[in-house]
């Protein structure tokens, strides 16, 4: 992304995004072969939760996702596909270095891109929701990067969905707090924390199995680029958070023996579609845009799945390719947790300059996450 040439000027002081980088485990899973898959590794055999695997894999919209999840993994540890075994060991020693080996090579495709020396970095935002330890992946990262030891490291951990968006937020205080300071910004999530046999006991994690995919992403974040030597993506002009009170319990995750627990009640498309409207608009009036506005912005939406992109849409009477950025990234890597934001706004990028959706300057990157928390970030799209 780095060559790319710019062609709006981004505001002195404003943070900016940089350059944008991912990477992906080598196992690939197509949609049409994942109920067949899953349901051997986990030795079930439940007509009616396949049956029910099947109708969930179909409406999530989902093609390919890819995974660290590979049957070499499961000959070694083959009591992850045991219900009611103490597995977290286990599972943090692969989730710990897969995390890290893929914040690593992403992180570098994004370092590559932006085309400056890998000790021009002063900070480093770390998310994740894959692994516990001491020291945390951001050491770890920081080391496998090759980063000065004094770069300040700051680290989220567990902000699930909407973690992508937050670690911007935070990248974009740090840049602008701090005049000259380049940060970057790393995610990287694996689904192995939480993998687990179909059971009738917890229907609801079969959404999970249908929808949830690994890899991670990076981005360079500074203020003032230089010229003829950075070339700016976005502007991170404003950025707010919200939490919808008494909604606590809507997306919950604990750490148990058996590895993370996830659970997603069926309100949370509803709870977002009834507190987005505010939202968006008071993050629009910082750039003087109204309600009236919604489709005269592009919007990169963290696709959570395809009923909270349909019911957004719907509220707010978007023009159906407003969300074919989020769409496309739902599709082919499914929910990847705080790195799809990413991904969407890669082909954000890759759309505005095809397409007409490059006349829109503004825009909002959006994300939501346990709380239930809103995410959001009013931007300008700088490359068109």
């Not at 001491?134 to 902000?159: Q, S, V, W």
């Not at 790195?339 to 990028?349: D, G």
């Amino acid at each position: 992304m780095g060559s790319e040439k710019t062609s709006r000027n981004a505001n002195p002081g404003k943070a900016t995004i940089l350059a944008l980088g991912k990477a992906f485990p080598h196992q690939l899973v197509m949609q049409e072969f994942l109920v067949d898959g899953y349901f051997k590794n986990t030795n079930c055999d439940d007509p009616e939760l396949k049956l029910k695997l099947t109708r969930l894999c179909k409406t999530t919209t989902v093609k390919t996702r890819y995974v660290v999840m590979s049957e070499e993994i499961l000959k070694k540890y083959p009591e992850l596909a045991v219900e009611g075994l103490p597995t977290v060991k286990q599972r943090l020693d692969i989730c710990n270095s897969a995390v890290t080996e893929m914040a690593i090579e992403a992180s570098q495709s994004c370092i590559k891109k932006w085309g400056r020396p890998v000790s021009d970095i002063t900070h480093l935002v770390y998310v994740s929701s894959s692994e516990v330890r001491l020291p945390g992946g951001d050491l770890h990262l920081a080391k496998g990067l090759g980063l000065l030891p004094e770069t300040n490291r700051t680290m989220l951990y567990f902000a699930g969905c909407s973690g992508g968006v937050a670690g911007l937020r935070v990248a974009k205080d740090i840049a602008e707090n701090n005049p000259g300071s380049r940060v970057l910004l790393a995610t990287s999530e694996t689904t192995i924390i939480g993998f687990r046999p179909p059971s009738t006991q917890r229907p609801y994690d079969l959404v999970g199995v249908a929808l949830f995919g690994d890899g991670a992403g990076a981005m360079i974040i500074g203020s003032t680029p230089v010229p003829n030597l950075e070339w700016p993506l976005f502007e991170l002009h404003t950025a707010i958070q919200h939490f919808v009170p008494n909604t606590e319990k809507i997306i919950e995750g604990r750490l148990t023996e058996e590895g993370i627990s996830f659970k997603l009640e069926r309100e949370l498309p509803q709870i977002i579609e009834d507190n987005i409207e505010g939202f968006c608009v008071k993050l629009m009036g910082f750039a003087n845009y109204t309600e009236k506005d919604y489709n005269k912005m592009f919007w990169a939406v963290h696709p959570g799945g395809p009923a909270i992109l349909n019911r957004l849409e719907k509220k707010l009477e978007l023009f159906p390719e407003k969300l074919n950025a989020s769409r496309r990234a739902l599709a082919d890597y499914g929910n990847a947790s705080s790195n799809t934001i990413i991904y969407v706004l890669e082909y954000m990028l890759e759309e505005a300059k095809r397409e007409e959706l490059g006349e829109n300057e503004w825009g909002l990157i959006l994300a939501f996450g346990p709380g239930i928390t809103l995410e959001g970030i009013l931007t300008r799209n700088l490359t068109v």
